[in-house]
């Protein structure tokens, strides 16, 4: 493609620079709108300079992803609300069998979650379920923090709904889902698993032995916070995600809180049942873990039992005619959103339209509730649809100046997937675009240039290229604390948590992402080439 006339190639330029700083930048001083408004004030741009028209603004939406986007929060937030999450927070710990256990379970968890309700879903509900493992076998937070984003992130390269670039991917490239999944299994539990053991590995003392408490407060207390500026979607995630973001307390009430939530050991029980009683005033959605677990095993039968009673007296009422208990129809009702949901991965799996099923889904949710919907599309995170028009209508009036295609003719010789080398260099070039730019804006810009230089090798390195993007752009989040937003809403969800509060600072997040990040994507390009 040539280049665009030289006045639109100037003003396209300062209409991309423009939404690139808002993006990576929300919080800037000049322009504190966030990053939602900074992408949609960049697309306005390109229209108000002519370098793109209204109709073509128009048509640069991509409706089948937006409409992915909503019925997944939709599904997701009903998920939330039938305690599906709050489950897994306790299969964390449930017969735990020391840290690096622990450490396992939060991987596997963290992984499996996000390929099917988002990474940063994930790391919201569950950041503060780790922060309470940390605290129950009283170690420092970091090692299990550094477990649930890595994981996160990389078990949502999996699946065309883990994460937002791959629901554009999936839709561009018009991948099956199963196929997607198939594609990108193999690298993605060899990635877990190896991640684990690097966890493992690089925590190996601090798991093996507790610190005591004086120690774990002191780590904490001089960890600094560093102001860190979002990337992509990271300001309008955080800003979704903030539960109660009235509660959130400042850096000097955090160290206190941090000094007295690891110094619990060995204390009175009646402290203990105190403790856990104060705790359970706050409407956190947390696991508390004071009362030991071989408490909680010996009353299962017992539980099991009364289940039982419970449900054959329940079923009798219902069977005659009678009216059953709320209880009851709170579990039958959370039982039907887990079979819509599992019906809606279903239907993905075998081939059908991605956006309409999950919008399907969302409306029998809607009509299963059977009540009104408008509290819970309340909690659908608008801005992030925003965000994505605005990006869309950006990305596409820059690649109409012509200037990201230039830069592809001279990458494209170098960047073959039917070659070792090429796939080095465009692994390269995708890991440093996702973050500096953010992996979203990476995948649409390179999309369609990877895609269409591998087609002419065959159909099947079209599709190679395509998961290889997936990858790389996803899994390069772990390479810095700024490089995704599960990592942010992990460092700021532990900072800002009342009782356990934690700071996860860039350069400790750093020293494992670099060594991980490299290891894994480098194990995940030999398997998904293979």
């Given at each position: 493609?040539?280049?665009?006339?030289?006045?639109?190639?100037?003003?396209?330029?300062?209409?991309?620079t423009?939404?690139?700083?808002?993006?990576?930048f929300?919080?800037?001083?000049?322009?504190?709108?966030?990053?939602?408004?900074?992408?949609?004030?960049?697309?306005t741009?390109?229209?108000?300079?002519?370098?793109?028209?209204p109709?073509?603004?128009?048509?640069?939406?991509?409706?089948?992803?937006?409409?992915?986007?909503?019925?997944?929060?939709?599904?997701?937030?009903?998920?939330?609300?039938?305690?599906?999450?709050?489950?897994?927070?306790?299969?964390?710990?449930?017969?735990?069998?020391?840290?690096?256990?622990?450490?396992?379970?939060?991987?596997?968890?963290?992984?499996?979650?996000?390929?099917?309700?988002?990474?940063?879903?994930?790391?919201?509900?569950?950041?503060?379920?780790?922060?309470?493992?940390?605290?129950?076998?009283?170690?420092?937070?970091?090692?299990f923090?550094?477990?649930?984003?890595?994981?996160?992130?990389?078990?949502?390269?999996?699946?065309?709904?883990?994460?937002?670039?791959?629901?554009?991917?999936?839709?561009?490239?018009?991948?099956?889902?199963?196929?997607?999944?198939?594609?990108?299994?193999?690298?993605?539990?060899?990635g877990?698993?190896?991640?684990?053991?690097?966890?493992?590995?690089?925590?190996?003392?601090?798991?093996?032995?507790?610190?005591?408490?004086?120690?774990?407060a002191?780590e904490?207390?001089?960890?600094?916070?560093?102001?860190?500026?979002?990337?992509?979607?990271?300001?309008?995630?955080?800003?979704?995600?903030?539960?109660?973001s009235?509660?959130?307390?400042?850096?000097?009430?955090?160290?206190?809180?941090?000094?007295?939530?690891?110094?619990?050991?060995?204390?009175?029980?009646?402290?203990?049942?105190?403790?856990?009683?104060?705790?359970?005033?706050?409407?956190?959605l947390?696991?508390?873990?004071d009362?030991?677990?071989?408490?909680?095993?010996?009353?299962?039968?017992?539980?099991?039992?009364?289940?039982?009673?419970?449900?054959?007296?329940?079923?009798?009422?219902?069977?005659?005619?009678?009216e059953?208990?709320?209880?009851?129809?709170?579990?039958?009702?959370?039982?039907?959103?887990?079979?819509?949901?599992?019906?809606?991965?279903?239907?993905?799996?075998?081939?059908?339209?991605?956006?309409?099923?999950?919008?399907?889904?969302?409306l029998?949710?809607?009509?299963?509730?059977?009540?009104?919907?408008?509290?819970?599309?309340?909690?659908?995170s608008?801005?992030?649809?925003?965000?994505?028009?605005?990006?869309?209508?950006?990305?596409?009036?820059?690649?109409?100046?012509?200037?990201?295609?230039?830069?592809?003719?001279?990458?494209?010789?170098?960047?073959?997937?039917?070659h070792?080398?090429?796939?080095?260099?465009?692994?390269?070039?995708?890991?440093v675009?996702?973050?500096?730019?953010?992996?979203?804006?990476?995948?649409?810009?390179?999309?369609?240039?990877?895609?269409a230089?591998?087609?002419?090798?065959?159909?099947?390195?079209?599709?190679?290229?395509?998961?290889?993007?997936?990858?790389?752009?996803?899994?390069?989040?772990?390479l810095?604390?700024?490089?995704?937003?599960?990592?942010?809403?992990?460092?700021?969800?532990?900072?800002?948590?009342?009782?356990?509060?934690?700071?996860?600072?860039?350069?400790?997040?750093?020293?494992?992402?670099?060594?991980?990040?490299?290891?894994?994507?480098?194990?995940?390009?030999?398997?998904?080439r293979?």
């Open positions: 493609m040539a280049l665009a006339p030289t006045i639109n190639v100037v003003l396209g330029s300062i209409a991309f423009v939404f690139w700083v808002l993006v990576v929300p919080a800037v001083r000049f322009l504190p709108i966030g990053s939602g408004a900074g992408s949609l004030l960049g697309a741009l390109m229209v108000i300079f002519g370098v793109i028209s109709q073509q603004a128009y048509d640069a939406i991509d409706l089948p992803i937006l409409g992915l986007l909503f019925g997944t929060m939709v599904v997701t937030i009903y998920l939330e609300r039938a305690d599906l999450f709050k489950y897994l927070g306790k299969l964390l710990a449930w017969k735990s069998r020391g840290a690096k256990d622990l450490i396992f379970r939060i991987c596997l968890i963290s992984a499996l979650s996000s390929a099917f309700f988002t990474n940063d879903t994930t790391c919201v509900v569950l950041t503060e379920f780790v922060l309470n493992v940390a605290r129950q076998h009283n170690l420092p937070p970091h090692p923090l550094l477990a649930l984003a890595s994981s996160a992130n990389i078990g949502s390269s999996v699946t065309p709904i883990g994460n937002p670039q791959n629901l554009v991917i999936a839709v561009q490239s018009k991948i099956p889902f199963g196929k997607f999944l198939l594609g990108l299994l193999p690298a993605v539990l060899v877990v698993f190896v991640n684990t053991l690097i966890i493992i590995a690089a925590f190996w003392k601090i798991l093996q032995t507790p610190k005591n408490a004086e120690s774990v002191s904490g207390a001089h960890s600094h916070p560093v102001k860190t500026p979002s990337n992509g979607l990271n300001s309008v995630n955080i800003e979704i995600n903030s539960l109660e009235s509660r959130i307390i400042d850096t000097s009430k955090d160290v206190v809180d941090l000094d007295e939530s690891f110094n619990f050991q060995q204390k009175e029980e009646t402290e203990s049942l105190e403790s856990s009683e104060r705790l359970d005033t706050t409407k956190h947390v696991i508390y873990l009362e030991p677990f071989q408490k909680e095993e010996t009353r299962i039968p017992e539980r099991f039992e009364t289940g039982k009673k419970e449900f054959t007296t329940q079923l009798k009422l219902f069977l005659a005619g009678k059953v208990s709320e209880k009851w129809k709170h579990i039958n009702w959370k039982i039907c959103v887990y079979l819509i949901t599992m019906g809606m991965l279903i239907a993905l799996v075998f081939g059908l339209n991605m956006s309409w099923t999950a919008i399907t889904a969302a029998a949710l809607i009509v299963l509730d059977f009540k009104d919907a408008r509290p819970s599309l309340a909690k659908v608008y801005s992030i649809l925003i965000f994505f028009c605005g990006m869309f209508i950006t990305v596409d009036g820059f690649n109409r100046t012509g200037i990201p295609s230039k830069l592809w003719e001279i990458m494209k010789p170098y960047s073959r997937v039917d070792v080398g090429g796939m080095a260099m465009l692994s390269l070039v995708i890991l675009l996702s973050n500096l730019v953010s992996n979203v804006p990476t995948v649409l810009l390179l999309g369609g240039q990877v895609a230089s591998a087609a002419a090798s065959s159909p099947s390195e079209e599709r190679k290229a395509w998961l290889i993007l997936a990858w790389v752009s996803t899994v390069a989040g772990n810095t604390l700024l490089g995704s937003a599960a990592n942010l809403i992990v460092c700021e969800q532990a900072r800002h948590s009342p009782h356990l509060a934690y700071n996860l600072t860039f350069w400790r997040h750093l020293k494992f992402g670099v060594p991980s990040t490299l290891i894994v994507i480098a194990i995940g390009l030999l398997l998904i293979g």
